[in-house]
């Protein structure tokens, strides 16, 4: 197993070249850290 990480500002295509990279190799499974939610407050964020 592979794993590639991604990281950039908001707004700094991470989306974009993972859906690239997406269409040129198999078997690939994406997480992505911006849809989270959080239920009540956070202490160390």
Same mark, same amino acid.
């Given at each position: 197993? @592979? ?11 991470k989306?974009?070249?993972?859906? /690239?990279? @997406? @269409? $040129?190799?198999?078997?690939v ?6 849809? $989270?939610v959080? /239920? ?6």
């Amino acid at each position: 197993m @592979k794993v590639i990480a991604m990281a950039s500002v908001t707004a700094g295509g991470k989306t974009t070249i993972v859906n /690239e990279i @997406k @269409k $040129y190799l198999s078997n690939v499974v994406t997480l992505h850290f911006d849809g $989270y939610v959080f /239920e009540g407050a956070v202490d160390n964020f």
